[in-house]
């Protein structure tokens, strides 16, 4: 059988929940057997690498443009994408992932303005937006219920 | 994978939102093409929402330009042969 990927899309991590939240997602993807790869930015990355030096989660991480070419480029596509989103490129990449990727895509939305970006949100995915900014736990709720789905519809 | 600064960039617009972009390119470049999110100019894609605007200025290009930390950009850089790749896509 073949193994289940997943995608997790980080953008710029000024907001602090960004980086715990992606850990937190990796070790529940691992938890349903999925693989999950990280694409991000250089400090995204490196946030996640001094996170998890023992690299319990982290298995394989890339950089975001040269993920988006994989992509677009028909040499590489996921079963589950997760975009982190707290500003509006964020939205422009999840957009993108939309359109690229055959993968079921998640907009993880976040930050002091979650709520007001969701609204601009106009392309086919699964939408979990909270209002958190350093502390995680609105947005760990909101992404434990749906990852019971995600897991499920995989 | 290659860079946007490698291509000379002139900025036009700065740290602006996609639909932004997308409204100054349909207004202000009287040559616009339709493009699809992940489309490659030189060795760039176009990160956005559908509908994205390549626009043609003489022997430039003008498109936005999506960085993750600072929103999007209008640019204008070199055409060279992307811009007949451009036209034939239109029919």
Redesign the interface.
């Given at each position: 059988m073949t193994e289940k990927t997943a995608l997790i899309l980080l953008g710029c991590p000024q907001v602090p929940v960004q980086t715990s939240m992606a850990l937190y997602l990796m070790h529940g993807l691992k938890e349903h057997g999925i693989r999950p790869v990280i694409a991000g930015t250089v400090a995204a990355r490196k946030l996640m690498e001094v996170a998890d030096p023992g690299r319990h989660y982290l298995e394989e991480m890339a950089d975001l443009d040269d993920m988006i070419d994989e992509i677009t480029g028909k040499r590489r596509d996921f079963d589950l994408c997760f975009v982190f989103i707290h500003n509006d490129s964020g939205v422009a990449y999840a957009g993108t992932m939309a359109y690229i990727s055959q993968a079921r895509l998640y907009a993880l939305l976040f930050g002091e303005h979650a709520e007001d970006l969701a609204k601009e949100i106009e392309f086919p995915c699964e939408v979990v937006a909270a209002k958190a900014v350093h502390n995680p736990m609105p947005l760990k709720r909101k992404l434990d219920e749906v990852m019971q789905w995600a897991v499920s519809k995989r | 994978?290659g860079c946007l600064e490698a291509l000379k960039p002139e900025i036009i617009l700065s740290q602006a939102?996609?639909k932004d972009a997308r409204e100054y390119i349909k207004k202000n470049v009287r040559e616009y093409h339709e493009v699809?999110?992940?489309y490659?100019i030189h060795d760039v894609?176009i990160?956005?929402?559908?509908p994205l605007y390549v626009g043609v200025e003489g022997e430039d290009l003008i498109f936005p330009y999506?960085?993750?930390?600072?929103?999007?950009f209008v640019v204008k850089v070199a055409g060279h042969e992307e811009i007949a790749r451009l036209r034939a896509r239109k029919k």
């Open positions: - | 994978m939102s996609f699809e999110p992940g490659k894609h990160i956005g929402v559908a999506t960085k993750p930390c600072h929103g999007t």
